[in-house]
């Protein structure tokens, strides 16, 4: 059976009556929410990469009453500050154990976070930008699965979404629900018949949601790092895909953007 992070979009009144991008979203927000209430004392894998969307979903998994084992990849990657960050978001929701697990993607290269390669200044595009990391979110979910497994959690919390993003493959429902199925088959504890489960609780949020959950969790939303590009004085570029989106999020929410940016796009 599909979880509820990857059911198709409800019927109803959402086919009957048209609504702006933004209403939709919080509505689903609102669905997807809730199941995260079911893990109350259970154990979860939350994989925290220090940005806005893991923070978030890091807050969701402590507001829900859950044990937080948080793992961050350090895969070498361009912004390493957000390294820091993710120690900040793990330690302010109480997690009882953070991983940081070297991993050099850098000897893979093929991206602009992992190579010498321009990050991209002018917008977000139609195709898959060059900060697309082949099989990222493949790889750290492969992780996180194994951990689970090793601290006998069921439970894998990550950050993906699929509409205020910069089109990579690996934020897909698809790909979620993919994943799931192939934990099953992967491990002892799946043979065993443990059903894994893949929570993307922003999965259908838009940026400007998650930028408004991060509010309501009264999150630090300042402490998360999201630019690909930091200045050598340690500041939000502003033009990279992922600061105009973190930047329009908080613009739509109506709050105040905590980021230090060093241009405004």
């Not at 010498?116 to 790889?139: C, S």
């Not at 799946?190 to 509010?215: C, N, S």
Request: with cysteine; proline share 6%.
């Amino acid at each position: 059976m599909p979880t509820w992070a990857v059911q198709p979009m409800p019927r109803g009144p959402f086919s009957l009556v048209r609504r702006s991008k933004r209403a939709l979203a919080r509505a689903f927000a609102q669905a997807y929410r809730a199941p995260m209430q079911d893990v109350a004392g259970k154990t979860l894998i939350v994989l925290l990469s220090g940005g806005l969307d893991s923070m978030v979903c890091a807050g969701l998994a402590r507001e829900a009453g859950a044990r937080i084992v948080a793992l961050t990849v350090d895969y070498n990657q361009r912004h390493r500050v957000e390294l820091e960050s993710a120690a900040r978001i793990a330690k302010s929701v109480g997690a009882v154990e953070h991983i940081v697990l070297p991993l050099d993607l850098r000897r893979f290269g093929g991206s602009a976070l992992t190579a010498d390669i321009d990050v991209p200044k002018e917008g977000v595009g139609a195709d898959v930008p060059i900060t697309y990391v082949p099989a990222r979110n493949l790889i750290f979910l492969s992780l996180t699965l194994g951990l689970a497994e090793a601290r006998q959690a069921q439970d894998i919390v990550i950050g993906v979404n699929a509409l205020d993003y910069s089109g990579y493959p690996d934020c897909r429902p698809e790909f979620i629900a993919g994943f799931e199925d192939l934990a099953r088959l992967a491990t002892r504890d799946g043979d065993k018949g443990v059903e894994f489960r893949i929570r993307a609780p922003l999965q259908h949020m838009t940026k400007a949601d998650i930028a408004a959950e991060a509010a309501r969790l009264g999150m630090d939303a300042g402490e998360s790092w999201s630019c690909y590009d930091p200045t050598p004085e340690g500041l939000h570029c502003g033009l990279c895909d992922s600061c105009r989106l973190r930047s329009k999020g908080f613009a739509d929410a109506g709050l105040p953007d905590p980021t230090r940016y060093a241009v405004r796009a």
